[in-house]
């Protein structure tokens, strides 16, 4: 892999701090390009290369982004996964990856028809008690 792949934080709360923007600017090939702040720049303090928005839309617009982290509230994991995917962006979602087998399954579906990669972020599941 050579290209490198622009990816978003859909939201710089505590998983965005300790466990996502970490992470994505210690690959090689991936670039924290943008992230969701609705207030305060705590992001371009840490990462000053990095656009802040203050509106999700804008995240799905930008034809730069080709990758989305979905890390907020639970119950905005299922339309915020949707709306990247329609958008024509690969997404990882925390989980819980929705709220009901129903969404879940709609987002696969939809990732498998516009040909985008949909995961789970789950940072814990090589840790023994997950493999056990």
């Known amino acids: 892999m050579s290209q490198t792949l622009n990816v978003a934080l859909a939201a710089y709360g505590m998983s965005g701090q300790i ?3 970490p992470l994505i600017a210690a690959h090689p090939h ?24 203050r ?20 119950a905005l994991h299922y339309p915020m996964a949707r709306d990247a995917l329609r958008a024509g962006k690969h997404v990882i979602v925390e989980k819980p990856f929705t709220t009901n087998i ?23 599941r090589l840790q023994s008690g997950f493999k056990t």
């Open 55 to 74: 509106h999700y839309q804008q995240v799905l617009d930008d034809p730069d982004i080709h990758i989305v982290v979905v890390n907020t509230p639970n």
């Open 30 to 53: 991936l670039k924290l390009a943008c992230v969701v702040h609705r207030s305060g720049t705590s992001a371009k303090e840490h990462y000053p290369g990095v656009k802040v928005v």
């Open 19 to 21: 466990f996502h923007a």
């Open 102 to 124: 129903t969404d879940g399954r709609d987002l696969i579906e939809l990732a498998k028809h516009q040909s985008l990669m949909l995961t789970v972020f789950h940072n814990r």
